[in-house]
């Protein structure tokens, strides 16, 4: 190890994901399945299910993280994705995650988040090398790849009004879900590295159920873990 560890940073961080296996939590089995066929059978990674929002993604994947030191985290699924930054059937990688109906409304149409009335922090941020890495080779295998902050809240938007708030609140957002936030608070308190992968199923913005493309959105999360797989274990 010590001889490796002067090979240089990469190397070093390559090798602290060797012997430990990744944990992948996903909302829902149909999003669990089609990470599994992305990993085609590769045991050093474990795909769960964390369940829809960040209460009980964190108190699930907590529990899996005290039962097995995992060298990485993820939270995969699909999820909305902001017009014009990750159309539908694209993928959204995480370069944080932002709880971003964290706070306190504070009138018509004003929010403070939890980090403005001092009660900590709603950002939490993703293993950079690995979310750069993810993007670059995703796009290097032909696929669209936004990486920026990935929102987390617990209501999905249904309004322009409400994904013009979230765009503006923070600026460079691709996408938001309702897991992300809670699986990298528990990732973050056994100081693990932390991604977030989402397969884009519908725009953000007025709700229109009949127009998710869960298919599509399942297809690119699919190929998504099948290049992440090369990303951990090059
Ligand atoms: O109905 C199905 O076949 C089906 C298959 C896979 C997943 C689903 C879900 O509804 C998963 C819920 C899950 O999706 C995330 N999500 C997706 N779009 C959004 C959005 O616009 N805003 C917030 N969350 C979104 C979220 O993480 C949910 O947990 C259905």
Redesign the pocket.
Same mark, same amino acid.
Request: charged share 15%.
């Given at each position: 190890m010590r001889d490796e560890r002067r090979n240089g940073d990469d190397r070093v961080k390559e090798n602290e994901l060797t012997g430990r296996r990744v944990l992948i939590m996903t &909302?829902?089995e149909?999003?669990r399945e089609a990470v599994l066929r992305g990993l085609g059978g590769d045991a050093r990674f474990d795909a769960r299910l964390a369940g829809?929002g960040p209460a009980g993604a964190a108190a699930r994947t907590a529990a899996a993280l005290a039962a097995e030191d995992y060298a990485l985290v993820v939270s995969a699924?699909?999820?909305?994705g902001f017009s014009g930054v990750a159309p539908v059937g694209t993928v959204a990688i995480a370069d944080r995650v932002v709880a971003a109906d964290l706070g306190a409304e504070t009138g018509e149409g004003g929010f403070a988040s939890v980090d403005e009335l001092g009660f900590g922090s709603s950002v939490l941020e993703a293993d950079e090398r690995l979310a750069s890495a993810l993007a670059d080779a995703l796009r290097a295998a032909g696929r669209a790849a936004a990486l920026g902050p990935v929102l987390t809240?617990t209501t &999905?938007?249904g309004s322009q009004g409400t994904a013009d708030a979230l765009a503006r609140r923070t600026p460079g957002a691709v996408a938001? &879900?309702?897991?992300g936030y809670g699986v990298a608070v528990a990732a973050s308190e056994r100081q693990t590295p932390f991604l977030e992968i989402r397969g884009i199923?519908?725009a953000?913005g007025p709700r229109d159920r009949s127009a998710w493309r869960?298919g599509d959105a399942?297809e690119a999360l699919t190929a998504a873990i099948t290049v992440l797989k090369e990303v951990v274990h090059p």
């Open positions: &909302a829902v149909a999003e829809v699924g699909i999820g909305g809240v &999905a938007t938001e &879900a309702m897991e199923s519908n953000i869960i399942l």
